[in-house]
């Protein structure tokens, strides 16, 4: 199974100071219809990049609203990391090649973390950035999904965005 990064609720209350109250009550209206909603997120890895910060806040949150949110980190590997280091920068416009051993790799391990997601039941999957962005192509009915891009993709490298195509394809909502 993917490791789970444990997390507790947060109530939007931390939040009343600053945003208004219109907000704070139409976030809690909108949350109602999504009490218990399973949602899992997968991203690379539980700290060290922007992706791990934003889900420490925003997790606890959904938790504190109802949703049954959970957190899932792909298992380590410094060699795949490597790799979507190189993916990372040629999406935002990073020149140069990268040899078909690295696509493999890339390849080899979402399918690896696939694997270990069709253990968890969920009812909505968010896939956060290139590192697991694969994975639902190695699962068979696997929706509702989203990918979420946190990233400049603006001006992508030809070979790594035709690459990574086939698989945003996959994907029920995307959101950059």
Not at 13 to 19: L, P, Q, V
Not at 41 to 55: K, R, S, Y
């Amino acid at each position: 199974m993917l490791k789970r990064v444990a997390t507790a609720p947060m109530s939007l209350e931390a939040y009343r100071g600053i945003i208004s109250d219109e907000l704070y009550v139409r976030i809690i209206e909108l949350a109602e219809d999504l009490v218990g909603l399973r949602v899992g997120h997968i991203n690379a890895t539980p700290e060290g990049g922007g992706v791990a910060e934003m889900l420490k806040s925003l997790i606890p949150l959904k938790q504190g609203l109802g949703l049954d949110a959970a957190w899932y980190v792909m298992p380590p590997d410094e060699e795949f990391f490597k790799v979507t280091k190189q993916f990372h920068n040629c999406l935002q416009g990073k020149n140069g090649s990268l040899p078909p051993a690295d696509f493999a790799r890339y390849l080899r391990h979402n399918a690896l973390t696939a694997n270990l997601m069709k253990e968890i039941e969920v009812d909505v999957w968010v896939i956060h950035d290139p590192q697991p962005l694969a994975t639902p192509f190695f699962l068979d009915d696997f929706h509702p999904v989203i990918w979420r891009c946190h990233i400049d993709t603006s001006t992508p490298n030809p070979e790594v965005r035709d690459f990574i195509l086939p698989f945003i394809r996959y994907y029920d909502q995307i959101i950059f």
